[in-house]
């Protein structure tokens, strides 16, 4: 089985910072990468697929980077509605654990 | 605009069968594989298992026992059992709809979700 490290598992960033979580997989994994935003009590939202292509109305602040095992995920202007938890996520049962991003 | 609808029981006894039904509306049934994931009160997500529009599935190897996905391409829904659950059951439970269904070298749509079902509390208590 493929399994995803997530780090940091939480942080506290400013509006406007740069945020920059990381995922590594533990076999190479290509580009098949996801990252997905999940509010509290909703379902997970798409937001970046095969590691660095924007889902369809998601804003052009958040991106994606990497191949093989490392992969970034990357906000580049924190805003208040991006708190959340953020997941990346490989094929079947490959969830990383999450990384909690507040505001501070 | 593509919705999922998904329904049933919320509170089961141990050693019940969990049984929950997702209803797709809009958009094709075909050409997509069908997921169901859950996740436990503040924990991560987990993926059960899936299926396509023709009946194929895939499990979680660690639930595979008790899981079977089913499909029902008459009504565009697709169904999740769970038999003889205990507490680690206890979790809300997805599902969802993958972006494609094949797989390139450069491309895998399959396994990233792009539709969710709202999401159904299934709570495990005696």
């Known amino acids: 089985d493929i399994q995803m490290t997530q780090s940091p598992s939480s942080l506290s960033a400013s509006v406007g910072d740069r945020v920059t979580i990381t995922c590594q997989a533990s076999?190479?994994?290509?580009?098949?990468l996801n990252w997905y935003q999940q509010k509290p009590g909703k379902a997970p939202n798409l937001l970046i697929y095969?590691?660095?292509n924007l889902e369809t109305g998601v804003p052009s602040r958040f991106s994606g980077s990497g191949s093989g095992t490392d992969f970034t995920f990357t906000i580049s202007s924190l805003q208040p509605e991006d708190i959340a938890t953020y997941y990346c996520?490989?094929?079947?049962?490959?969830f990383g654990p999450g990384t909690k991003v507040d505001i501070k | 605009q593509v919705q999922l609808q998904q329904w049933g029981a919320g509170l089961l006894k141990p050693s019940e069968t969990l049984s929950l039904t997702c209803a797709v509306y809009?958009?094709?049934?075909?050409?997509?594989?069908w997921s169901w994931i859950r996740q436990p009160p503040e924990k991560g997500l987990e993926w059960l298992g899936e299926?396509?529009?023709?009946?194929?599935?895939t499990y979680n190897p660690s639930l595979k026992s008790r899981v079977t996905i089913s499909v029902d391409t008459s009504k565009n829904q697709f169904s999740l059992k769970v038999t003889s659950v205990t507490a680690a059951d206890t979790a809300v439970y997805y599902c969802?709809?993958?972006?494609?269904?094949?797989?390139?070298?450069?491309?895998?749509?399959?396994?990233?979700?792009?539709?969710w079902g709202q999401g159904t509390l299934v709570t495990v208590s005696s």
């Open positions: 969802a709809r993958s972006r494609g269904m094949y797989c390139s070298t450069t491309t895998c749509p399959r396994i990233a979700y792009n539709y």
């Open positions: 809009g958009g094709s049934f075909s050409g997509y594989y």
């Open positions: 299926i396509n529009h023709r009946g194929s599935t």
């Open positions: 076999q190479v994994i290509s580009s098949f």
């Open positions: 095969d590691a660095s």
């Open positions: 996520q490989h094929y079947d049962n490959s």
